[in-house]
């Protein structure tokens, strides 16, 4: 979208803090002013397509998504989310419909699952070279974009297959046109009720309540709380309504409670409440994440923070420069406080932080210049030398090809070990019970009307001490202590025979045969 100044609007915005620092010249220069979305699309297209057809899903998270767009485009109800033929109620449909429209533009290939994440992850960038040439000047947005671009974890989460970068998109857009209208042209608010609509559609209610929250207290800050009465309520919730109710509505008129209670009480509120993994709960947690994230800039900036630290006008911030700084903040101190943490939760906050540090760095293009360029090499090489191998670690696709070829007629396949769903994906979504032991099933089966992270266990089980008759593939972990192939023989009875397939360095693969006692 083409953000743009009306002119009783460009007032605020021209609480500017100067030009910005020069570039050097030269044909580069000319190049990124002439076509700076050329240049952008250019750039991050080769940097984010680059290798994504050799990536394969990972586990968990990827998995979960591709796997629940393979259903849903298998059974030709493109509505309903679902995984292992159930109704699955994780995520809004917004991210499923890039998937399903990636699959059938593309097949249903690597390639294609990465598509729409490269793309939103571009859109982004162009987004932060617009609204950081609105808010300083064109040499400032340039900057913003490489910097946000380059960093280590942008460029991580532009292949990644999750909600996010979409997520980045609409957030972005919902704050940049509440500005837009804050600085005079208030039709821009009815812009933002839609964005924010499209971001509920995307992640939940989490893309209208925390852009809200960010309004309200850059509002505050500016002693202007009561403009947040004339933002257009009656016609904004309308057309937020009309956006995110196009699949809320019918989902819960279709589905009914356990749409409700599953999709906001266990993956919206329990998560906010019980920390889903006890240990990244900690206060420094994203912290951490930021200093990793924005590497290889986080040492540029230091440097910078230290130099310029005393000339910021604390106390006299552009209203521009404000925005973006309680932008930024009020994400990562939100998340923070959320029990459940990821380290995607915060990527909204990243945005405004680029501008931000794009304004600070303007003082040397130069450097800029040099790191945006080392460091894109750099990626180029750590796509094929890091990214490559730890995703094939964490990704059941060589598993699956061995299945595919040690499999004889229609046996059964079983997994002994934490669950997979990448497994089930590239076997085509064939059945792939968890095998347990009996006395485990049980605490690990959802419960009806409690919300808890037993919701998530839909995957199909089998006992271990209940196997049928006959041959059947199993696909168990090495590195599962648990559920190591030595303790699975502990449950099997003596005539059972194992013999191994095949191995990777995470997997056994056998053929399991039982005796008929009958």
């Known amino acids: 979208m083409e953000l743009y100044l009306e ?157 996010d970068m979409t997520l980045l998109v609409f957030f972005s857009l919902t704050l940049m046109t509440f500005y837009l209208g804050w ?46 009465l004339r933002i257009h309520w009656p016609l904004g919730m309308v057309i937020f309504l009309a956006i995110a109710g196009l699949w809320y509505g019918p989902m819960a008129s279709i589905h009914g409670q356990a749409f409700i209670d599953t999709f906001l009480g266990t993956h919206n509120f329990l998560r906010a409440s019980v920390p889903e993994h006890p240990e990244t709960d900690v206060f420094y947690y994203y912290t951490a994440i930021t200093l990793i994230f924005l590497l290889p800039w986080t040492f540029v900036l230091g440097y910078a923070l230290k130099k310029k630290w005393r000339a910021i006008p604390w106390r006299h911030l552009p209203d521009g420069t404000l925005f973006l700084l309680v932008w930024a903040v009020t994400v990562t101190l939100f998340y923070q406080c959320m029990a459940t943490k990821y380290p995607t939760y915060t990527l909204p906050s990243f945005l405004p932080a680029a501008i931000l540090a794009a304004r600070l760095l303007r003082d040397w293009p130069r450097l800029v210049r040099y790191v945006t360029l080392g460091w894109g090499a750099v990626l180029v090489v750590l796509t094929f030398s890091v990214a490559l191998p730890q995703v094939e670690q964490a990704s059941m696709a060589r598993e699956a090809a061995m299945v595919h070829q040690a499999r004889q007629g229609g046996e059964p396949i079983y997994y002994w070990g934490d669950y997979k769903a990448s497994l089930v994906y590239y076997l085509g979504g064939q059945k792939v019970p968890n095998l347990r032991p009996e006395a485990s099933i049980e605490n690990m089966l959802p419960v009806p009307g409690e919300s808890s992270w037993r919701d998530l266990n839909v995957m199909p089980f089998q006992a271990v001490e209940q196997l049928p008759a006959g041959t059947c593939i199993v696909v168990a972990a090495k590195k599962q202590s648990h559920r190591s192939p030595e303790v699975l023989t502990d449950y099997l009875p003596p005539e059972a025979e194992l013999q191994l397939l095949g191995e990777t360095a995470k997997s056994r693969i056998y053929r399991l045969t039982l005796p008929d006692y009958q």
Not at 92 to 101: G, K, R, T
Not at 102 to 107: D, I
Not at 199 to 220: E, Q, R, S
Request: glycine share 10%.
């Open 183 to 228: 600085c005079g042209n208030r039709r821009w608010y009815l812009a933002s009720f839609a964005f924010a609509g499209f971001g509920v559609l995307t992640k939940g209610p989490i893309a209208f309540l925390l852009p809200g929250f960010v309004y309200l207290i850059f509002l505050c800050l500016r002693r202007r709380p009561a403009e947040i």
């Open 7 to 163: 002119a009783q609007g460009s007032a605020r915005l021209c609480h500017r803090a100067g030009t910005g620092g020069s570039m050097s010249k030269g044909s580069w220069r000319e190049v990124l002013m002439r076509h700076p979305y050329g240049s952008i699309i250019l750039y991050f297209a080769v940097l984010y397509l680059l290798g994504n057809n050799l990536l394969p899903m990972t586990d968990p998270v990827e998995s979960n998504y591709t796997e629940t767009a393979g259903e849903m485009l298998a059974s030709g109800d493109y509505f309903s989310p679902r995984i292992y033929g159930h109704y699955w109620y994780d995520k809004p449909a917004f991210f499923y419909w890039e998937l399903l429209a990636a699959f059938s533009a593309f097949g249903m290939t690597d390639f294609a699952a990465r598509f729409f994440p490269a793309v939103f992850s571009i859109l982004a960038l162009c987004l932060t070279y617009r609204f950081g040439t609105l808010l300083y000047d064109k040499g400032t947005g340039l900057r913003a974009a490489f910097i946000l671009g380059t960093s280590a974890g942008y460029w991580y989460l532009s292949k990644a297959v999750i909600t």
